[in-house]
C-alpha cells in the first residue's frame, strides 16, 4: 500500500505518489504482491483510519498489519497507535539498529503480553487482535532513503 503522504514525514522528504508507486512496483517482484494505492482512493491519511476503512469495506477479510521495527519504534507518535494494535494482528520484520530498540521501546512493553511466539506465525491472521509477533527473519537493510539516494545519483 503506498501512502499519499506519511504524516509524520515533510513533503519536501518524499517523492510525489506516482514515483513512489512505480518504485514499488518495481520492487514487488513476487506476484503475490499486489501495489495498491487504495489509500488514496478511500481518502485516508492515518493508519488507524485507513484500517477502520478497510475493515468497513471488506468485511469478509483478515487483515495483518505488516511493518519494520523502525515503525515499532515510532507508533507512539502515531494517531490511535493503541487502537491499531487492537484492530489487527501486527507482523513486524527486523530493521538493522532499529530492533533491539523498538523490542524494548514503548509499543512493546505496552503489548508485551500480546506477543505471540514466532512458532505461531501462520496463525496470526485468524488470530483476535490485540496479537502481533516480531518475525525472525534476516533483516533488510533496503530502506526509502537509501533508494532516492540511488535514484538521484543515477539522474
Known amino acids: ?3 499519499p503522504q506519511n504524516p509524520l514525514k515533510s513533503t519536501n522528504d518524499m ?16 506476484p503475490r504482491i499486489v501495489v495498491s494505492e487504495i489509500e488514496l482512493e478511500l481518502g485516508t ?9 478497510l475493515r468497513k469495506k ?3 477479510h483478515r ?17 490511535g497507535w493503541r487502537q491499531i494494535f487492537r484492530m489487527v494482528p501486527i507482523a513486524i520484520f527486523p530493521r538493522p539498529a532499529y530492533s533491539g530498540r523498538a523490542l524494548a521501546g ?16 501462520p ?9 502481533w509477533i ?4 534476516k533483516p533488510d537493510t533496503t530502506s526509502a532513503t537509501r533508494i532516492r539516494a540511488k535514484l538521484a545519483r543515477k539522474k
Not at 517523492?15 to 513476487?30: G, V
Not at 514503548?106 to 506465525?121: E, H
Not at 496463525?123 to 496479537?131: D, H, I, K, T, V
Open 1 to 3: 500500500m503506498v501512502s
Open 15 to 30: 517523492n510525489d505518489f506516482n514515483t513512489r508507486k512505480t518504485s514499488a512496483e518495481a520492487i514487488a517482484d513476487d
Open 45 to 53: 491519511l492515518f493508519t488507524v483510519d485507513t484500517l477502520q476503512a
Open 58 to 60: 471488506f468485511p469478509e
Open 63 to 79: 487483515f495483518v498489519w505488516l511493518m519494520g521495527a523502525d515503525n515499532l519504534r515510532q507508533i507512539p507518535k502515531w494517531r
Open 106 to 121: 514503548k509499543a512493546s512493553r505496552r503489548f508485551k503480553r500480546f506477543r505471540v511466539k514466532s512458532t505461531r506465525g
Open 123 to 131: 496463525r496470526l491472521p485468524n488470530m483476535r487482535p490485540p496479537a
Open 134 to 137: 516480531f518475525l525472525r527473519t
